[in-house]
């Protein structure tokens, strides 16, 4: 049922599912897969089961199974791409330490669906980065994706033109040159001067002609040929038509060879002349040059030397210039910084080093990569090492299930539900170490985010991995999430109205407190509370969001995404996305009062430039306002941390290039600087107009589509 966390009928909770864009299951299970051949060759002719993967699950759970997993579990030689395939895993380590009864309810729990899934892992070492390193992609993803680099169809096209067709045209050149009695032709004031061809005839003639046309021929069945009306193809149809004189040619088809050899021979310089040999030998050096496509399959070719489900520890060992035994046609070319880029993607470093790199490039990517360091935080609460490997792989490989769309406030599934990892819950060891690198890395992470995106909202993947760390570090925050308009129900939880009351104390009196309007408190007798949909709502931050939302509230017939749209964005304005909650929590004030003018300036930046770029339809010029709105809320947060003096002057600069479409905002933003207020339609006395990215019919900042 779409909406509901588990769509596929007669399916756990748990099962990873295959989940197309837009949140929407397709019914495949992600973890069923037929057996290998080497599954298949360790199971004797009378294995039970009804299928082949529940043959191989069911030989596992036997003596001579359990030991090769419980080899695989010591030696590390054991790797997690899907959770469901470290479920025996966990079986085999509760036996081995003599948790019998647990591996027994676990074995029942799997059992329904040992036909279909696979519980096994693929045996081999583990290539998870070890330490504060990450990567984005393993050796072998990016090597894939260097050996699809291909020749652009340009590119090709004009190798071809110099390689192939450029000393043909030349031979044909010579050729016809040899026949013209006098002066070559040439253009003089666009007029044709000089001597005209097929007056006399070379003994070699037949010869030449045949070579050179048998030659044509070839290159004709392996490139393009040229375009018909070229001097080239002129050229070359006469040819065909004279074997030893012009006889069939008329007086015409002559003056047409005559033009053509006169505008080759004053564009390039007669055959043999210093003026087109130069030429052509500028144009051979350019040919013989290896193209992108080539040093992209050598710079994947070093790539083999590495494990190819690991990373790369650094990339100097890839980045120099090609060696002569690699491409002795290249020797001594550099890797272009583009291809070295592409292979950064594989390059295992800290965080940091790979946004500057570029390798992270947005807040999204940043939440791809950072369970690779949650679930060694996590792990860390296992004492065995054995166990705490198997946990910190499930982590990762679940972290990269895709999200359900889900109604009703229902949430995505959580790590702990599933059975083999609530079966080792009891494991787990509270010491006061995790929580203390759980908060620095939270913290960490927070600051490279806001850093690196300013302009942007923490995305959901991000948020959600967010609150795993804070469930670790025990802080308790309440983050929250970005709800897609087509699907709000109408109400908000608790922990919407704890971040807004976070966000209004930490921001009363400041550029944001004023510019948005927070309310100066959420003053716990007014709270009003229900249980909806087995959840704690908050009735009265709803209302006061939809309250709110009636200054975008433009057209007498709202669409119900528009409007659903206005109430969220408000929940984002009341709350400030997170921003309040995190920076006071991780004790970042300081560093924003730093930073925050970059930041600041950056978002406004971003803003601006935006809104410069064409809008082809209607629906992403609304896209375009909407994150526009968003950077702009961003670039105020950072700013009321900070003297905007400075920041204010340059974005008043900058906006010019708008016109009046976007004056509004900028005076808006600048009379709240100066001590005004919006009134009811958000508007100031200096004809200043608050920034809001929803409306429920025309924007006043619309630009136009065209």
């Not at 006169?262 to 390039?268: V, W």
């Not at 950072?370 to 198997?390: E, F, K, R, Y």
């Amino acid at each position: 049922m779409i909406g509901s966390r588990t769509p596929v009928a007669d399916t756990p909770v748990w099962v990873t599912l295959e989940v197309l864009t837009g949140g929407f299951a397709t019914g495949r299970y992600v973890a069923e897969s037929p057996p290998s051949a080497d599954e298949l060759a360790r199971l004797p002719v009378n294995a039970p089961g009804e299928t082949d993967r529940e043959r191989v699950n069911l030989w596992y759970l036997g003596d001579e199974g359990l030991a090769e997993l419980g080899h695989a579990l010591r030696t590390g030689r054991c790797r997690v791409d899907v959770p469901e395939e470290s479920a025996l895993l966990v079986v085999a380590w509760l036996l081995e330490h003599g948790h019998f009864a647990a591996a027994l309810d676990l074995v029942a729990e799997l059992r329904p669906l040992m036909h279909r899934l696979r519980f096994t892992p693929t045996f081999g070492p583990s290539s998870a980065p070890a330490g504060a390193v990450v990567r984005r992609h393993s050796v072998d993803e990016v090597r894939a994706q260097l050996r699809q680099a291909t020749v652009p169809p340009r590119i090709a096209a004009m190798r071809e033109t110099l390689q192939v067709w450029n000393p043909l045209h030349d031979r044909l050149v010579a050729l016809w040159c040899d026949t013209v009695d006098g002066d070559l032709p040439e253009l003089v004031a666009g007029t044709v001067s000089g001597g005209w061809p097929c007056r006399v005839w070379p003994d070699d003639w037949v010869e030449r002609r045949r070579q050179w046309l048998d030659d044509y021929a070839t290159a004709a069945e392996l490139h393009h040929a040229r375009h018909p009306k070229s001097n080239f193809a002129r050229l070359q149809s006469a040819l065909e038509r004279c074997p030893v004189d012009s006889s069939a040619l008329t007086g015409r088809e002559v003056g047409w060879i005559r033009r053509a050899l006169a505008n080759t021979i004053s564009a390039h310089g007669a055959p043999g002349s210093e003026a087109r040999a130069a030429l052509r030998t500028a144009q051979n050096e350019a040919a013989a040059r290896p193209t992108y496509a080539t040093l992209a399959h050598v710079l994947s070719t070093r790539l083999d030397r590495f494990p190819r489900d690991g990373g790369l520890p650094a990339l100097d060992p890839i980045a120099g210039v090609v060696d002569g035994a690699e491409l002795p046609a290249a020797a001594g070319v550099a890797m272009p910084p583009h291809l070295l880029a592409k292979a950064a993607r594989a390059l295992e470093a800290p965080i940091g080093e790979l946004v500057d790199r570029g390798v992270i490039g947005s807040g999204e990517v940043l939440a791809e990569v950072l369970p690779q360091v949650t679930s060694q935080l996590l792990a860390a609460n296992i004492a065995d090492p054995v166990l705490a490997s198997v946990y910190a792989q499930t982590y990762a490989a679940f972290r990269r299930r895709r999200s359900l769309l889900l109604l009703n406030l229902e949430h995505q599934v959580r790590f702990d539900e599933l059975p083999w990892i609530s079966a080792v819950a009891p494991y787990r060891d509270r010491s006061q170490k995790t929580p203390r690198a759980a908060a620095q890395t939270l913290r960490e992470t927070t600051a490279v985010a806001l850093g690196a995106f300013p302009q942007t909202i923490l995305p959901n993947p991000l948020v959600r991995e967010f609150r795993t760390l804070v469930k670790q570090a025990e802080l308790g925050l309440p983050l929250v999430e970005e709800v897609a308009a087509d699907i709000f129900m109408g109400t908000f939880t608790a922990k919407w109205r704890e971040a807004a009351s976070v966000a209004s104390r930490v921001l009363s009196g400041t550029l944001y407190g004023r510019y948005y309007d927070l309310p100066a408190a959420w003053p716990a007798a007014e709270q009003r509370s229900r249980i909806r949909w087995r959840k704690l709502t908050s009735d009265d931050f709803a209302e006061m969001c939809r309250r709110r939302a009636q200054e975008a509230h433009t057209s007498q017939t709202p669409g119900y995404v528009a409007q659903n749209g206005t109430v969220l964005e408000q929940s984002q304005i009341l709350t400030s996305h997170n921003l309040a909650v995190l920076i006071e929590a991780l004790d970042l004030t300081d560093w924003l009062r730093e930073v925050g003018p970059e930041l600041a300036d950056r978002a406004f930046s971003w803003a601006i430039q935006r809104q410069t770029q064409p809008v082809s339809t209607w629906i992403s010029g609304l896209q375009g306002l909407k994150n526009t709105a968003y950077a702009w809320r961003q670039g105020i947060f950072f700013l009321s941390y900070c003297d905007p003096t400075a920041v204010l002057a340059r974005l008043e600069e900058r906006a010019g290039v708008l016109g009046p479409r976007f004056a509004p905002a900028v005076t808006g933003l600048l009379d709240v600087a100066a001590g005004a207020r919006f009134d009811p339609r958000g508007c100031t006395p200096n004809g200043g107009r608050r920034l809001l990215g929803w409306t429920t019919g025309p924007h006043w900042c619309s630009a136009a589509v065209g």
